[in-house]
C-alpha cells in the first residue's frame, strides 16, 4: 500500500504510444503467420521456390482472376446454405441504396483502388 503511489501514471500520449506499438506487433504476428501458411503450402503441394517468387511478383492477373472464381463459388456455397438469408440482406441493401461492390468482402479488388 505504501509503494501504490512510487509510479507515475503514464499520460495519455504514452498510451497512445503504447497501442499503437502494440497494434503493429499484432499485425508482424499477423503478417508473420499469413505467410508461414504461404510458405507451408508450397512446400505441401511441392512448389519450387522459382515458381512461388515468380507467381508472387509477377502474377497479379492469375491471383485477381483466381480469387474471382473462388469469390464466386463461396457467394453459390453461401446461397445454397442460406437461400433466404442472402435473398433478405440483397433486399435490405437496395432499399438502403448500397450495392454489392461496396458492401461485404471481396478478394478480387486490389487495395490501391479501395477508397
Do not use: C
Not at 500500500?1 to 502494440?22: A, I, R
Not at 505467410?35 to 512446400?43: D, E, H, R
Amino acid at each position: 500500500m505504501p509503494n501504490d503511489y512510487l509510479k507515475k501514471e503514464p499520460n495519455k500520449t504514452e498510451k497512445m504510444l503504447y497501442e499503437v506499438v502494440m497494434n503493429q506487433r499484432q499485425m508482424e504476428k499477423g503478417l508473420w503467420s499469413t505467410s508461414t501458411v504461404v510458405m507451408a503450402l508450397a512446400i505441401l503441394s511441392k512448389t519450387k521456390p522459382d515458381d512461388l517468387a515468380k507467381l508472387m511478383s509477377n502474377g497479379d492477373a492469375q491471383i485477381k482472376e483466381f480469387s474471382e472464381k473462388v469469390n464466386e463459388l463461396i457467394k453459390k456455397l453461401e446461397e445454397a446454405k442460406h437461400p433466404t438469408s442472402h435473398k433478405a440482406s440483397a433486399s435490405a441493401k437496395a432499399t438502403a441504396g448500397i450495392s454489392s461492390d461496396e458492401y461485404g468482402h471481396d478478394h478480387s479488388k486490389n487495395p490501391q483502388d479501395i477508397k
